[in-house]
């Protein structure tokens, strides 16, 4: 019943993303289709890694028409992004109750979920590399836009204005700006940029991030 009761308040998060490419009124072979299109997809991106496989090898593998695989993902990010839902409920299920703590403190409460957040980046890299990869042109702003963004987003600007209502904030600030700016800094690219090609770790990451925590805290704090 618990797990049911956090599920139903992740739904919107779920549903309105268009994770999972379904509409309520799903026909049974519509999803036929989708669940051998996401079968093969994750079989294929296990053996040879998500940048190897192609749209058209996955609608081959799993037995589909290319028309019936683009009608139910318009490209291989969405397709990904789908993949990718199972996991963004996992995150929830690990960060709901230690977000709502309300006996810990909020900046403590936001670091721990932003180290959280660079560990799911770490298991889900190259998804988030493709979704991120197909968002060119006129999907350049779905990542922002993606109710998943929408929820970080959220959590992030209401656990800074916990963090200002409680004291803990010396100064005023632009709360809504600031989450931005700290997710910005575990967007996907720049994560991977300074993991991959600047040597750094997760640890190290997140510790900057701390720091910028503490000098937000007001004297004393």
Known sequence: MEREEKRGRMVPVLEAAAL?????????????????????????????G?????MH???????????TLYRRFEHKGALCSALLAEQIEDFYEETWERVEAEDKPALARLGWFLDRLAGFNERNADLLGAIRDAAGGERRGEMYRNPFYGWLRATVVALLRRAEEGGEIQ???????????????????????QRRERGMSRGRVV????SMLDGMRGPGR
Do not use: H, P, W
């Not at 999972?20 to 040879?48: C, M, N, P, Q, Y």
């Not at 998500?50 to 192609?54: N, P, Y």
């Open 57 to 67: 090898e996955v609608g081959r593998a799993a037995g589909v028409g290319q028309g």
């Open 207 to 210: 510790a900057a991030l701390g």
């Open 50 to 54: 998500v940048d190897e496989v192609s």
């Open 171 to 193: 100064r005023a600030l632009d709360l809504e700006c600031a989450a931005d700016m700290f997710l910005a800094a575990l967007n996907i690219d720049l994560y991977l940029y």
């Open 20 to 48: 999972s490419g379904v509409t309520r009124t799903e026909r049974r072979d519509a999803a036929g289709s989708r669940r051998k299109i996401l079968g093969a997809a994750r079989r294929l991106f296990k053996d040879r």
